[in-house]
């Protein structure tokens, strides 16, 4: 979700859009929107003893300024043969990712979670919620779109980092996983779902 305080910032004394933002005189193509919504493939698959690895990919087109591509994976940890406590686990996650958009921006990501999960035994539901910390930077390539200058220098940015939280809920019926979950950090965002479960 796209707060309104990230659809503008000041620029020599002036109110310039970002992309997110409405239009101005800057002469920037801006979008106007409140939310972005970004379709995700994702595969977790167990390995030895209490670790599961996860990969994810997104791709979409974004007008004007080409594909944007997400992938990235990680490593989860299971820790509730050292917590043994019932109907509930912990878990510890270690996560990078790779964002592109086009040829003007190139960014990474790593993330450290902690997880937990309750599992209520009458119902096929379980309630999980965890703390993360993320670290990103990002390279912005400004010539590479169309009418802006050439020679205008590349940028390199240190993300918004910093502590998020998230809560979700999932229910499992048969083979099929459907979960939704809230996050909150620097912009919050909602998830949702549907997994196919081996």
Do not use: C
């Not at 707060?3 to 970002?18: H, I, L, R």
């Not at 993360?132 to 930077?137: E, K, V, Y």
């Amino acid at each position: 979700m796209i707060p309104d305080e990230a659809k503008t910032f000041t620029f020599n004394g002036q109110e310039v859009s970002t992309i997110y933002g409405g239009s101005d005189n800057s002469g920037i193509k801006s979008f106007d929107k409140s939310a972005f919504f970004l379709p995700i493939l994702q595969a977790n698959v167990g390995l030895v003893a209490n670790l599961e690895a996860t990969a994810r990919f997104a791709a979409v087109n974004v007008d004007y300024m080409g594909d944007l591509t997400i992938y990235g994976g990680g490593l989860k940890y299971g820790l509730s043969d050292l917590l043994p406590l019932p109907m509930i686990d912990f878990s510890v996650q270690a996560m990078y990712h790779k964002f592109k958009l086009g040829d003007f921006i190139d960014a990474g990501t790593f993330s450290m979670n902690l997880q937990t999960s309750l599992s209520i035994p009458v119902l096929p539901i379980d309630i999980y919620g965890g703390l993360g910390l993320d670290n990103s930077t990002m390279k912005v390539k400004p010539s590479a779109i169309s009418g802006v200058a050439s020679d205008v220098s590349d940028l390199t940015i240190d993300g918004e980092n910093g502590v998020h939280f998230n809560l979700g809920a999932s229910w499992t019926f048969l083979v099929f996983n459907i979960h939704a979950d809230y996050s909150i950090g620097k912009y919050n965002s909602i998830g949702s779902g549907v997994m196919i479960v081996f």
